[in-house]
């Protein structure tokens, strides 16, 4: 079955940088595109990047995280990344994997997603 395990998350002062590791399993990752969400409290999950299936080499960002996040995938690894620098308080949430629905498609709303990690958090301090 499908599982997707998020690591990396933790607790960073602003202007720092994390790295996110998605370790997935279960499925023929390089048939589909990678996503990663996040969710902050008392507000609506969100897209914060996407990885073209194959080599990755169309990106999608949200405009709140172009030019300080990057989205990669190492299929050999089975392993999808998000490297986050500079970052800010609000960038604090539970950070998220998924799988989309369908393979070689560069899905972009949650919704077209149908497996989803467990989640990480990630709090940004002032």
């Known amino acids: 079955q499908v599982q997707l395990v998020e690591s990396g998350g933790g607790l960073v002062q602003a202007g720092g940088s994390l790295r996110l590791s998605c370790a997935a399993s279960?499925?023929?990752?390089?048939?589909?595109?990678m996503g990663w969400f996040r969710q902050a409290p008392w507000k609506e999950r969100e897209m914060v990047a996407v990885?073209?299936?194959?080599?990755?080499?169309?990106?999608n960002y949200a405009d709140s995280v172009k030019g300080r996040f990057t989205i990669s995938r190492d299929n050999a690894k089975n392993t999808v990344y998000l490297e986050m620098n500079s970052l800010k308080p609000e960038d604090t949430a539970v950070y998220y994997c998924?799988?989309?629905?369908?393979?070689?498609?560069?899905?972009?709303?949650?919704?077209?997603?149908?497996?989803w990690g467990q989640g990480t958090q990630v709090t940004v301090s002032s």
């Open positions: 990885v073209s299936w194959s080599g990755g080499v169309s990106k």
């Open positions: 998924a799988v989309p629905r369908s393979r070689w498609y560069q899905a972009l709303l949650g919704s077209e997603y149908a497996y």
């Open positions: 279960g499925f023929t990752l390089s048939d589909y595109a």
